[in-house]
Structures are given as structure tokens and as C-alpha cells.
């Protein structure tokens, strides 16, 4: 079945543009999630849905970030007023988020560069 | 804090060489332990483990569990050029996500 993807692939912006980043998880997931990779870095958790939770926007960086799962399936995080600091990898994973077990699964990323 | 800390950051090995990969980890309510690798973008799931002492293995990878010293390590034997990658492990605990370590860079040279 296919996996989990995003798009685009690729975003070049010019600081201070609006971006919208899009995922689409694997059909019947459950929990979606989105992280940042920064070069060099680790994964840095941003925000997660589960379900008709309300969604824990606990590593959001700033109030520039949001995002939104619409119909329990396709989500797109926001990044308003663009900075070159934002320039990374933007992830996105999704999981059956059953009890004890949350294998997730990416997608491929959006390469998100700032100029 | 939860968190994750990998070692070493990064490995260059030879062709034919086996390697070990570390993971420790401090998680309130730990469930499991995961490993990823990362070769381009997406890292793709290599292992999960619930249980100490009980070995996992896939073809030349294997990764094992210890939850009283709270560690896991990754090994892979008889390493190929196409192993050169960042090798991530995660820990959850069943009420947030995973926690990432940084990873582990691991480059096999011929």
C-alpha cells in the first residue's frame, strides 16, 4: 500500500513568505505526526494528532508554526513571516498508534530552504 | 526531562567490518525502543523491542534491549557500503511521542 508522503519536495522562500508544508498519512493511521531536522541535527519534535484529540502543539518553536489535520487524514503545517533559521527538513510520520506500540513511518520530507 | 543519547556521533568503518551502535535512554513509563535508519530523508524503521535480553534480528542487523541498565545497542555485521547512514533510535512511552536521539553517522568506506 503506499506510504506516508509530502509536498513538495522541495520549498525555496524568501524570508518573511508564508509556507505551507502537506503530509498525507498512511490510510487508517490514527496519529500523525510532524518534526523538524535541522542540518546535522536530530529529529525535533513540532506537533502531533491523534485521533480526535486535541493536537499537542507542545514543540511548535514559535506562534509562526501551526498546523491542522482536516477529516482526520491530511495535514499541512503553517510557517508564517519565514525566517532563515527555519531552513531544515520538515517530516512527517504516521502510526496506528496502538496501546504500548507506536511504530511511525516517515515520508520523504520537505526540503525547506529560507534565502 | 525524557531524552536519548546516542554514541558514537560517527563511525567510518571498512567494508567487511562489524559495528556496534549504542543507545541509552531516561524515559518516564518507557514501553519500547525503535531504530531507524536514515539514508536520504525519511528514516525508515528498522526494529522495535519491548522485551530485555531478547534479540532482533534482520539479516545482518540485530539490536537488543536492555531495560534494567536502560540501554539498547544496534550491531551490524559484515557492513556494505549501502549501510553508510544515520542510524536513529527512539524511545517512547506511550503518553508522547517518540523521543529521537541524534543519531549515529555511520560511513563504510571500501
Known amino acids: 500500500g503506499a506510504g506516508v508522503s509530502q509536498s513538495p519536495s522541495n520549498k525555496v522562500t524568501e524570508k518573511g513568505k508564508d509556507v505551507e508544508l502537506r503530509c498525507d498519512p498512511i490510510?487508517?493511521?490514527?496519529?500523525l505526526y510532524w518534526y523538524r531536522q535541522s542540518l546535522g541535527q536530530g529529529l525535533e519534535f513540532l506537533i502531533y494528532?491523534?485521533?480526535?484529540?486535541?493536537?499537542?502543539k507542545s514543540g511548535l518553536p514559535s506562534d509562526r508554526f501551526s498546523a491542522e489535520r482536516t477529516g482526520g487524514s491530511v495535514s499541512t503545517l503553517t510557517i508564517q513571516r519565514t525566517q532563515q533559521e527555519d531552513s531544515a527538513v520538515y517530516l512527517c510520520?504516521?502510526?496506528?498508534?496502538?496501546?504500548?506500540?507506536?511504530?511511525?513511518?516517515f515520508g520523504p520530507g520537505t526540503r525547506l530552504t529560507v534565502l | 526531562e525524557d531524552k536519548v543519547v546516542q554514541s558514537p556521533l560517527s563511525l567510518v568503518v571498512h567494508e567487511g567490518d562489524t559495528v556496534t551502535l549504542n543507545c541509552s535512554y531516561e524515559?518516564?513509563?518507557?514501553?519500547?525502543l525503535l531504530w531507524y535508519k536514515q539514508e536520504k530523508k525519511a528514516p525508515t524503521f528498522l526494529f522495535m523491542l519491548?522485551?530485555?535480553?531478547i534479540e532482533k534480528k534482520s539479516g545482518r542487523l540485530s539490536s537488543i534491549l536492555d531495560k534494567k541498565e536502560l540501554f539498547s545497542i544496534l550491531n551490524i555485521t559484515a557492513t556494505q557500503t549501502g549501510d553508510s547512514a544515520i542510524y536513529l533510535c527512539?524511545?517512547?512511552?506511550?503518553?508522547?511521542?517518540?523521543?529521537f536521539g541524534k543519531g549515529t553517522r555511520l560511513s563504510v568506506i571500501a
Open positions: 510520520a504516521s502510526s496506528l498508534w496502538i496501546g504500548g506500540t507506536d511504530t511511525q513511518y
Open positions: 490510510s487508517g493511521h490514527t496519529a
Open positions: 494528532f491523534q485521533g480526535n484529540s486535541a493536537p499537542d
Open positions: 524515559v518516564t513509563n518507557f514501553r519500547s
Open positions: 519491548t522485551s530485555s535480553g
Open positions: 527512539a524511545a517512547y512511552s506511550g503518553n508522547t511521542p517518540l523521543v
